[in-house]
C-alpha cells in the first residue's frame, strides 16, 4: 500500500513541494483519531505537509549527492532505446524513514528524479520495491506525457486534476497493482479519454 505520492522541484538551492496526495489514514502526533473541530483538521493539514516537505528535502539531498558521485558516460548511438532522454538521465533511489521521523510507522520511500522534478511514492515496508519502482516509472511516464511533469514542473501546479486522474488510473487508492503490457495498454486508452472528455 502506497501511503503518500510527492512530486517536488529538484534544485539544490529550494526545494519545493508542487503535490502531495496521501492514501489511507495516519495519525502521526495527532492523539485521538477523531476529528473533533477545524483547529484539529488545521493541524493535521500542517503536520502533513511538513511530513511531505521533510520527505522531499531528502530526496533532493539524495539526489544531489548521486549526481554529484555518479560518472556517466552519456553518449548517442543514434539508435532509439525506446524511451525518452529524461527516462534514461534519470535517477532512482530508495530509502527507509525511521518510525516517528517524520511518519508514525516506519515507512519506505521510493524515489526518481529527472529533469528538475523527483516523484516519490512513500510506502509501507513490506511492498515489493521492484514492483514500486515499475509503477513509479509508469506514473512519471504518463505524468510527462499528460502535464509536461518532467520538463515543465510548473505545470504540476495548474493542472492538479490531471495528476489526479494518472494517480486514479494507476495507483487506485494507494494500491500496486501488477499490470502487463495489455493492461497498461488498456488503462493509458482508459487515461486518454478521461481527460479527453474533461
Known amino acids: 500500500m502506497v501511503y503518500a505520492f510527492i512530486i517536488h522541484t529538484l534544485p539544490p538551492d529550494t526545494c519545493r513541494v508542487l503535490f502531495s496526495c496521501t492514501f489511507g489514514l495516519e495519525d502521526a502526533g495527532v492523539d485521538d483519531h477523531r476529528i473533533e473541530n477545524e483547529g484539529d483538521v488545521t493541524e493535521m493539514r500542517t503536520l502533513r505537509k511538513e511530513q511531505m516537505a521533510l520527505v522531499a528535502r531528502q530526496v533532493q539531498s539524495e539526489f544531489s549527492f548521486q549526481k554529484a558521485v555518479s560518472e556517466r558516460v552519456t553518449y548517442s548511438d543514434g539508435l532509439s532505446s525506446g524511451q525518452e532522454d529524461w ?21 519506505i520511500a521510493v524515489w526518481l528524479g529527472a529533469g528538475k522534478t523527483g516523484f516519490i511514492l ?18 512519471v511516464k504518463n ?56
Open 87 to 107: 527516462m534514461r538521465d534519470a535517477e532512482l533511489g530508495m530509502f527507509r524513514l525511521a518510525a516517528g521521523d517524520p511518519f508514525k510507522t516506519e515507512k
Open 143 to 198: 505524468l510527462q506525457e499528460h502535464v509536461k511533469a518532467v520538463r515543465q514542473p510548473i505545470e504540476v501546479l495548474e493542472k492538479g486534476d490531471r495528476v489526479m486522474a494518472v494517480l486514479h488510473h494507476f495507483l487506485p487508492s494507494g494500491r500496486i497493482i501488477f499490470m502487463n503490457h495489455a493492461l497498461i495498454k488498456q488503462t493509458e486508452k482508459e487515461l486518454d479519454i478521461a481527460l479527453r472528455m474533461k
Open 122 to 139: 512513500v510506502c509501507e515496508t513490506h511492498e515489493n520495491r521492484l514492483q514500486v519502482e515499475n509503477q513509479l516509472r509508469l506514473l
